[in-house]
């Protein structure tokens, strides 16, 4: 019997699972100089600003991450409503802190615990800058041990682009922690040697880095140390040299805060992850099959022009793969880059993965 | 679309359709892969060269350097043309599939295409003087009326070459026989209906495109096919399969409304006695093709309404 059609068999195809990586460099001077802040996005309610790699007015400007900072209602510094902005700033701690740690037992948001070690308790962040990397550039997660940000810690009325330090996640493929509603995170560290503290979170499948305001205290040290009593964060803010973080988180908005930190980075690369679901379809075409051709120019009064007497070996040419429901329906096509020739003397298994 | 690039190895670039985007998105279990077939709708056969003076591995030059484009989403648009198994490698010739505008409905003389009158008042105003609807032109008000093969569409399946023997005289191979069609139309605009009652058929499938696809088999649809395989035929010289009739009428669409006739098509006269008729028309294509051997012909319709 004639046939174009050949059934798939269960031995024909194959479900497989895959991780891509792609590598996300953003350099400092798209988040602050290159399009002298049009790819800065600000809102009327100032819980946070976009970030764009292009003016955001343009349609072919992608939003690529949002800033925001926030503090803890135990933190030295909420101590007042005249701070500015003082309930957004607790509002935006306590939306990320239940998202990312979570509640306890008595449904009170946790904080975040600077070792990840909740249970344990400890000490913790309670004055942090969030970054939010938008699902464009993260996709399905950030790849562990791939996350490095560098910040300038340089003084404000000095050199702010000096001292720099690159905060990153270091051995936490190996290390990672897995005690998130959102998913698992990785310490961040100033440098793979340096097991004195950590200064932040970096939430893989949540692509939300957490910094602790701690790396911002000083050019003495750039490292963190326990925030205990009074704040010797220094030099922060833009344009003030006396603007400590303490007086910034206290006396100015979030947009102010985000614009500073915005100002700091240098440098911010990770690795992306895909997870890419495939079916794979052998279409095996066997010595005796797809030989012939129903191709309008394959016949001439009938004659197929690729032969000249009945002994000739009939040929075809594959171009076009296609894949059909039960009900003769094409539900994907798949295209060689050239054509394949076919005939009685070759088999032929073509390999057709459709991604999900 | 671009051409693929063949400058290295060979890639497959590979896409879902818009029908199996549709079917995925509707997340009932439609989306069901089950079968595969091969197409070569960038080859052209003319180009193989049986003759070439540098020898065999030269024949098929031109056709091996054949650009190939990149695969189009749209379900009707590609594997036109598929790639056949039959066992037997000793075939010289392969049956074809034939518009018999012989013996069946040929084409209007007036504007040169089989057209179909959507109302009676079209079928009305084109008769001739001796109260008969003009050759060419199907009777959709009432497709009970066009009772003769004259009225029909006819596609007769076997060999044009009387190489083999002459139709009647020796029987196409049983493995060549096409016992099963796929009619494929424009549902907006038509449909197809039963030869002998003019009853309207019910379509398999509608894809996204409003392409409406009739599947027709001999054992559960035989009145669309001949008693037996064709003893003679007007379009074929040698072995013959079954001839396949059809009607097509337009839609409820078309004859209540001047929509689609203003949205897709144009105007145009036709003189069937003294005066001229200013029609509306829009102008389509019926594909018929052999399940079985995937041969296909494509038929030009145009659709008529009087304005």
């Known amino acids: 019997m004639a046939t174009t059609?050949?059934?798939?068999?269960?031995?024909?195809?194959?479900?497989?699972?895959?991780?891509?990586?792609?590598?996300?460099?953003?350099?400092?001077?798209?988040?602050?100089?290159?399009?002298?802040?049009?790819?800065?996005?600000?809102?009327?309610?100032?819980?946070?600003?976009?970030?764009?790699?292009?003016?955001?007015?343009?349609?072919?400007?992608?939003?690529?991450?949002?800033?925001?900072?926030?503090?803890?209602?135990?933190s030295n510094l909420s101590g007042t409503t005249a701070h500015i902005q003082n309930s957004k700033k607790i509002n935006v701690y306590n939306q990320m802190a239940a998202v990312l740690v979570g509640h306890d037992a008595t449904g009170s948001i946790q904080l975040f615990d600077k070792d990840g070690d909740i249970a344990g308790g400890g000490a913790k962040m309670e004055e942090v800058f969030f970054l939010n990397f938008s699902r464009l550039l993260t996709k399905d997660e950030i790849k562990k041990d791939s996350f490095r940000l560098t910040l300038a810690t340089g003084s404000q009325a000095g050199n702010l682009k000096a001292m720099p330090i690159t905060l990153g996640d270091y051995g936490a493929a190996s290390s990672y922690l897995v005690n998130s509603p959102a998913g698992e995170y990785g310490l961040l560290y100033t440098a793979s040697a340096d097991t004195l503290s950590p200064v932040g979170q970096i939430y893989y499948q949540a692509g939300v880095a957490v910094v602790s305001a701690s790396v911002f205290m000083g050019t003495t040290s750039m490292k963190h140390v326990a925030e205990t009593g009074s704040l010797p964060y220094s030099d922060l803010g833009p344009g003030e040299a006396s603007a400590s973080y303490q007086n910034l988180a206290t006396g100015s908005n979030i947009q102010l805060l985000a614009d500073s930190i915005r100002d700091r980075i240098v440098d911010i690369n990770f690795n992306n992850t895909v997870e890419l679901n495939s079916t794979i379809y052998f279409c095996r075409a066997n010595n005796n099959e797809f030989n012939y051709s129903a191709n309008p120019t394959y016949l001439s009064s009938s004659q197929i022009r690729v032969k000249n007497t009945t002994s000739d070996n009939p040929v075809s040419y594959i171009t076009t793969v296609g894949l059909y429901s039960s009900d003769n329906e094409l539900l994907a096509v798949a295209k060689l880059s050239e054509p394949l020739k076919k005939d009685p003397n070759t088999e032929l298994t073509i390999r057709v993965r459709l991604d999900y | 679309?671009?051409?693929?690039?063949?400058?290295?190895?060979?890639?497959?670039?590979?896409?879902?359709?818009?029908?199996?985007?549709?079917?995925?998105?509707?997340?009932?279990?439609?989306?069901?892969?089950?079968?595969?077939?091969?197409?070569?709708?960038?080859?052209?056969?003319?180009?193989?060269?049986?003759?070439?003076?540098?020898?065999?591995?030269?024949?098929?030059?031109?056709?091996?350097?054949?650009?190939?484009?990149?695969?189009?989403?749209?379900?009707?648009?590609?594997?036109?043309?598929?790639?056949?198994?039959?066992?037997?490698?000793?075939?010289?010739?392969?049956?074809?599939?034939?518009?018999?505008?012989?013996?069946?409905?040929?084409?209007?003389?007036?504007?040169?295409?089989?057209?179909?009158?959507?109302?009676?008042?079209?079928?009305?105003?084109?008769?001739?003087?001796?109260?008969?609807?003009?050759?060419?032109?199907?009777?959709?008000?009432?497709?009970?009326?066009?009772?003769?093969?004259?009225?029909?569409?006819?596609?007769?399946?076997?060999?044009?070459?009387?190489?083999?023997?002459?139709?009647?005289?020796?029987?196409?191979?049983?493995?060549?026989?096409?016992?099963?069609?796929?009619?494929?139309?424009?549902?907006?605009?038509?449909?197809?209906?039963?030869?002998?009652?003019?009853?309207?058929?019910?379509?398999?499938?509608?894809?996204?495109?409003?392409?409406?696809?009739?599947?027709?088999?001999?054992?559960?649809?035989?009145?669309?096919?001949?008693?037996?395989?064709?003893?003679?035929?007007?379009?074929?010289?040698?072995?013959?399969?079954?001839?396949?009739?059809l009607l097509v009428g337009g839609s409820t669409n078309l004859n209540s409304s001047t929509y689609l006739f203003t949205q897709l098509g144009s105007t145009s006269q036709i003189t069937p006695i003294a005066s001229a008729v200013d029609l509306y028309h829009i102008d389509t294509t019926i594909r018929v093709t052999g399940a079985t051997t995937g041969f296909r012909v494509d038929i030009p319709i145009r659709f008529l309404k009087q304005q």
């Not at chain 1, 946070?48 to 349609?59: G, R």
């Open chain 2, 1 to 245: 679309m671009a051409f693929l690039d063949n400058s290295g190895d060979i890639i497959l670039d590979a896409v879902l359709t818009d029908t199996g985007r549709l079917r995925l998105a509707k997340g009932d279990g439609s989306f069901n892969i089950t079968k595969f077939a091969l197409g070569d709708d960038e080859i052209n056969y003319e180009l193989y060269d049986k003759n070439h003076p540098s020898g065999s591995a030269y024949y098929d030059v031109e056709i091996l350097q054949s650009p190939v484009l990149e695969a189009f989403t749209n379900n009707t648009s590609v594997l036109k043309s598929k790639l056949l198994s039959v066992s037997r490698t000793n075939l010289l010739y392969l049956p074809e599939i034939r518009n018999n505008a012989t013996d069946g409905i040929a084409q209007n003389s007036s504007n040169n295409i089989v057209s179909v009158a959507v109302d009676q008042s079209t079928v009305d105003a084109l008769k001739d003087s001796s109260g008969n609807l003009l050759a060419g032109i199907i009777d959709s008000a009432e497709l009970d009326r066009n009772t003769t093969d004259k009225k029909r569409l006819l596609f007769d399946q076997g060999i044009v070459s009387n190489a083999l023997g002459a139709t009647g005289k020796v029987a196409l191979d049983a493995d060549l026989v096409e016992t099963q069609y796929i009619v494929e139309i424009d549902n907006r605009l038509g449909f197809l209906a039963d030869p002998t009652t003019g009853a309207q058929a019910t379509p398999s499938f509608i894809d996204d495109d409003n392409i409406a696809s009739y599947y027709l088999s001999l054992t559960t649809n035989s009145t669309y096919f001949s008693i037996a395989p064709l003893q003679s035929s007007a379009v074929l010289s040698g072995p013959a399969g079954y001839r396949l009739s």
């Open chain 1, 5 to 74: 059609f050949k059934t798939l068999t269960a031995n024909d195809v194959t479900n497989t699972r895959t991780l891509l990586h792609e590598a996300i460099p953003l350099t400092g001077t798209i988040a602050s100089g290159t399009y002298s802040d049009e790819n800065i996005k600000t809102f009327s309610h100032g819980m946070f600003e976009s970030v764009f790699d292009y003016p955001y007015l343009s349609s072919s400007a992608n939003h690529i991450f949002d800033i925001t900072h926030g503090y803890s209602n135990t």
